[in-house]
């Protein structure tokens, strides 16, 4: 667990999930793997920096596109 820049967005898994247009529960395994980071909140909840998010799917989309071409 790590602390959170001060002012960074954090989103949930179901907005993570959103963005990589698979389930929440995969998100949530991901950050069990330690594929991506995430902080708990005082409720036990998983956040997901922004940014880190941002950099996982550019890498992600990046390695879609060379495997592509």
Do not use: C, N, Q, Y
């Not at 529960?25 to 991901?30: A, E, L, M, P, Q």
Request: proline share 4%; charged share 25%.
């Amino acid at each position: 667990m790590t602390v959170a820049h001060v002012g960074e967005r954090l989103l949930t898994p179901g907005e993570v999930a959103a963005l990589f247009r698979v389930d929440p529960k995969t998100v949530t395994r991901w950050a069990t793997a330690g594929r991506i980071g995430s902080i708990r909140t005082p409720g036990g909840h998983r956040r997901f920096r922004e940014s880190e998010v941002k950099t996982l799917l550019a890498e992600l989309t990046t390695e879609a596109i060379e495997h592509a071409s």
